[in-house]
């Protein structure tokens, strides 16, 4: 039987198959090696097993450049919400070992500290003395080093009970599929899935636009310069095919989660900038901007607050006041003030400009020299530069007024 690769569906992972210890330890060094970058030795299967899951064209490769040849597929791909079960019940497992292990280390370290918690109601015990040369003084500083020796054993033995309660904890969590009811997860996730589809309905089309001109007698090759092949375009497009059905599978999955939640209940159309709203993980928010997908946010109590994030639509939990942000800016600037531009982490200027005019909401400015300390000259305008007419806009995120010139925020100048 010759050497096959084959594709398991059900853990989606390349095997190599009928390949022989002799064959393996006759391989170079180098060959081996290579076997296992790509590949791992499977006591339960009996194989090697690729590490790749998605993308196996590195694995292939080395197995076809090893005498593999291609033998098919085998089992049936999971969808999602099974592979997701499957995932829970080895993670319920796990929990259940790890919450064993927990309580076994526990009583380890309970029996280690037994005699010196013990001894030590009599402070005798610990503060007796040594008398040297006496064998019945030494033989109790035997005993008595042993049990404190047990003692701080035991402490290890703890450590280790609150290292698997942690694990346990977390095994637990992925058991029970707590991220399922975290609607910002889900809308994640959601995105993330129609994001692929769009990837896989691109590649069909390509590919089936690539078969059909090979249908017509034209000669296509890959990157490597190989010539296509009818049958190889045809298994990609299967794969991709496969792929799309399962990714959809999953989108529904997700959908169906977060309809039971009862859905994203904001968008643009009824949060407004100026709301006070409650966000999951943040609490009492104000909203600075909202966009087609996320809301800016700033944060208003806690240790956090002053604090701007980003945050999609889902992460709202409720709206406290209904207070729009006033949107209209009252230029506060006069002719003669002064904007400047920093250096980052430091107040050294790098450029200034003088406000020439002055608008309902802008100005017009233009660039002035700085002295030899870095400071701005009034009236000193730089050579050959120009006036120039800019809006005061508000940082989101500061709130403070300002004006951009080439994406870098100018400040009003303060001696």
């Given at each position: 039987?010759?050497?096959?690769?084959?594709?398991?569906?059900?853990?989606?992972?390349?095997?190599?198959?009928?390949?022989?210890?002799?064959?393996?330890?006759?391989?170079?060094?180098?060959?081996?090696?290579?076997?296992?970058?790509?590949?791992?030795?499977?006591?339960?299967?009996?194989?090697?097993?690729?590490?790749?899951?998605?993308?196996?064209?590195?694995?292939?490769?080395?197995?076809?450049?090893?005498?593999?040849?291609?033998?098919?597929?085998?089992?049936?791909?999971?969808?999602?919400?099974?592979?997701?079960?499957?995932?829970?019940?080895?993670?319920k497992a796990r929990a259940e070992r790890y919450e064993q292990y927990s309580n076994n280390a526990k009583k380890r370290g309970d029996n280690l500290q037994a005699d010196f918690n013990e001894y030590r109601k009599d402070w005798s015990w610990l503060t007796q003395p040594i008398i040297a040369g006496h064998s019945g003084s030494r033989a109790f500083q035997n005993h008595r080093n042993k049990v404190i020796e047990r003692y701080e054993r035991g402490f290890k033995e703890y450590s280790k009970s609150d290292y698997y309660k942690e694990r346990a904890v977390t095994a637990r969590a992925t058991a029970d599929n707590v991220k399922l009811t975290d609607k910002i997860y889900l809308h994640n996730k959601i995105k993330e899935c129609n994001k692929n589809l769009k990837i896989y309905q691109d590649h069909i089309v390509k590919y089936e636009e690539a078969l059909y001109k090979i249908q017509q007698g034209e000669q296509l090759k890959n990157r490597s310069g190989e010539i296509l092949t009818e049958n190889y375009i045809e298994k990609v497009i299967s794969d991709r095919l496969e792929k799309y059905e399962y990714e959809y599978g999953k989108l529904e999955f997700f959908e169906n989660c977060m309809n039971e939640l009862g859905g994203i209940q904001f968008s643009k159309n009824n949060i407004k900038p100026g709301y006070i709203v409650n966000i999951k993980g943040s609490g009492k928010s104000e909203v600075i901007s909202?966009?087609?997908?996320?809301?800016?946010?700033?944060?208003?109590?806690?240790?956090?607050?002053?604090?701007?994030?980003?945050?999609?639509?889902?992460?709202?939990?409720?709206?406290?006041?209904?207070?729009?942000?006033?949107?209209?800016?009252?230029?506060?600037?006069?002719?003669?003030?002064?904007?400047?531009?920093?250096?980052?982490?430091?107040?050294?200027?790098?450029?200034?400009?003088?406000?020439?005019?002055?608008?309902n909401k802008g100005v017009t400015i233009q660039e002035i020299n700085l002295d030899e300390n870095k400071k701005p000259?009034?009236?000193?305008?730089?050579?050959?530069?120009?006036?120039?007419?800019?809006?005061?806009?508000?940082?989101?995120?500061?709130?403070?007024?300002?004006?951009?010139?080439?994406?870098?925020?100018?400040?009003?100048?303060?001696?």
């Open positions: 039987m010759k050497k096959q690769y084959i594709l398991n569906k059900e853990t989606q992972k390349i095997e190599l198959h009928y390949f022989t210890k002799e064959e393996y330890q006759a391989l170079t060094e180098e060959q081996k090696k290579e076997i296992k970058s790509y590949y791992l030795w499977s006591n339960y299967g009996k194989c090697w097993v690729s590490r790749s899951k998605n993308n196996h064209y590195g694995a292939i490769r080395i197995a076809e450049k090893l005498g593999f040849v291609d033998g098919g597929s085998t089992g049936t791909r999971k969808s999602y919400k099974e592979e997701l079960e499957a995932k829970a019940e080895k993670a909202t966009g087609t997908v996320n809301i800016t946010y700033k944060i208003l109590e806690g240790g956090a607050a002053g604090m701007c994030l980003k945050i999609p639509y889902a992460g709202i939990t409720e709206i406290l006041k209904v207070k729009e942000a006033k949107q209209e800016i009252e230029n506060p600037f006069k002719i003669n003030d002064i904007f400047v531009r920093c250096a980052i982490a430091s107040n050294t200027i790098i450029k200034a400009y003088q406000v020439l005019k002055t608008t000259i009034l009236n000193s305008f730089k050579e050959n530069s120009k006036p120039i007419r800019r809006q005061i806009t508000r940082n989101k995120y500061t709130g403070n007024l300002r004006i951009c010139i080439n994406d870098y925020e100018f400040n009003k100048y303060i001696a």
